[in-house]
Nanobody, 126 residues
Framework: QVQLVESGGASVQAGGSLRLSCVAF????????MGWFRQAPGKEREGVAY????????DYADSVKDRFTISYDNAKNTLYLQMNSLKPEDSAMYYC???????????????????WGQGTQVTVSS
């Protein structure tokens, strides 16, 4: 089993920045693949960013590309999401997710991930 503990969510003004963190506890091989998802009220959970923590491959949703950066610190077992130039439409509950493997091309699907954090809320106001 894996425990994922998220932090860093806050209420910020549009144009501001936040850095989300997700610390993983458990067996390292269970979180080779990690991702950030978000869900706003009344909307489906959507994939934001993905990283293969061994090889370093990343992917991003078009809506956050060039604004968000996903990274992983192996020494700290911590996943990060640096969010810059935040917009009101970025407001959502953000979740860290992990799995030992993810089917190629499907990184953005929540069903691919077996482990989830509790979520951290991001609110961006105009």
């Amino acid at each position: 089993q894996v425990q994922l503990v998220e932090s860093g969510g806050a209420s910020v003004q549009a144009g501001g920045s936040l850095r989300l963190s997700c610390v993983a506890f458990g067996h390292r091989n269970l979180w080779y693949y990690m991702g950030w998802f978000r869900q706003a009220p009344g909307k489906e959970r959507e994939g934001v960013a993905y990283i293969y923590t061994i090889g370093g491959r990343t992917d991003y949703a078009d809506s956050v590309k060039d604004r968000f950066t996903i990274s992983y610190d192996n020494a700290k077992n911590t996943l990060y999401l640096q969010m810059n130039s935040l917009k009101p439409e970025d407001s959502a509950m953000y979740y860290c997710a992990a799995d030992p493997r993810v089917t190629g091309g499907n990184w953005y699907l929540a069903a691919e991930y077996n482990y989830w954090g509790q979520g951290t809320q991001v609110t961006v106001s105009s």
